[in-house]
């Protein structure tokens, strides 16, 4: 099969579904950590390991109680906090007018009432925050609120572009409209197909020497097909 013959759309169904049959369809558990728990982690998360991550967010709570404690902080003393996550002395401060912007204007530290919002407007209100992109946001409304969105991580970005289901010049922030128009609008269904190429980015399509002999994609592959079955660039 030559893979130029399929269109972008059909790239990103047929990847749906071999990633599905090839990794665990999962379900949807929104109850694995609390709305601001996945908003203050997942700000904390960006450059740094997950176990990292963890391990911030839980000296933090620890040194400083609660959320309250948290916003009152010195800024150096919660950088301190955080120093396993990458960048502490910029999401310290980020962190902290996030809370009080959410103490502000809700009263509470209580990010619940994005439930009941439109997606466009839990989108628009979330990204006002400092430190929060179209990722945080897009992770928080699809794992807290099964909110139909497109985490696009490095791991669906790449592996999207190289399939030739994004276009070369296309932009992660792009990237994600683009893939909520091709794909189901189920939020099940974008939740697995989030984590099926989280996976796979992680394991078989790496950023170096990608695993393409043993990708169930290879077949529907731009990148396999134009560089690597031709052995142009052994070591991309
Ligand atoms: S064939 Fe290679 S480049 Fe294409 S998706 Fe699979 S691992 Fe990635």
Not at 64 to 89: H, K
Not at 107 to 116: P, Q
Not at 120 to 138: R, S, Y
Not at 191 to 213: A, D, S, V
Request: aromatic fraction near 6%; include cysteine.
């Amino acid at each position: 099969m030559d893979a130029h013959e399929l269109t972008p759309e059909q790239k990103a169904l047929q990847t749906h579904e071999l990633l599905n049959q090839n990794y665990k369809r999962l379900t949807l558990d929104t109850s694995r950590r609390t709305p601001m728990h996945e908003l203050i982690s997942t700000m904390l998360s960006h450059r740094t390991t997950h176990k990292d991550e963890e391990k911030a967010y839980d000296t933090m709570l620890e040194r400083f109680g609660d959320w309250e404690g948290v916003m009152n902080a010195d800024v150096d003393e919660l950088a301190d906090a955080i120093q396993t996550t990458r960048y502490p002395g910029q999401k310290a401060p980020q962190i902290q007018q996030t809370l009080r912007l959410i103490k502000e204007e809700r009263g509470e530290m209580n990010i619940d009432f994005l439930k009941d919002m439109p997606v466009d407007e839990a989108m628009a209100w979330l990204t006002k925050l400092p430190g929060v992109g179209l990722k945080t946001a897009t992770l928080l409304l699809l794992f807290n609120f099964k909110k139909p969105v497109m985490p696009v991580d490095t791991h669906v970005f790449r592996v999207s572009q190289r399939v030739g289901i994004i276009g070369a010049k296309v932009t992660a922030n792009k990237a994600h409209d683009i893939l909520l128009q091709m794909l189901p609008e189920d939020p099940v269904e974008l939740f697995n197909f989030h984590i099926h190429m989280l996976r796979h980015g992680q394991k078989i399509c790496t950023w170096y020497t990608p695993k393409c002999e043993e990708c169930v994609l290879s077949h529907i592959c731009n990148y396999y097909q134009d560089v690597r079955a031709k052995g142009i660039d052994k070591a991309a």
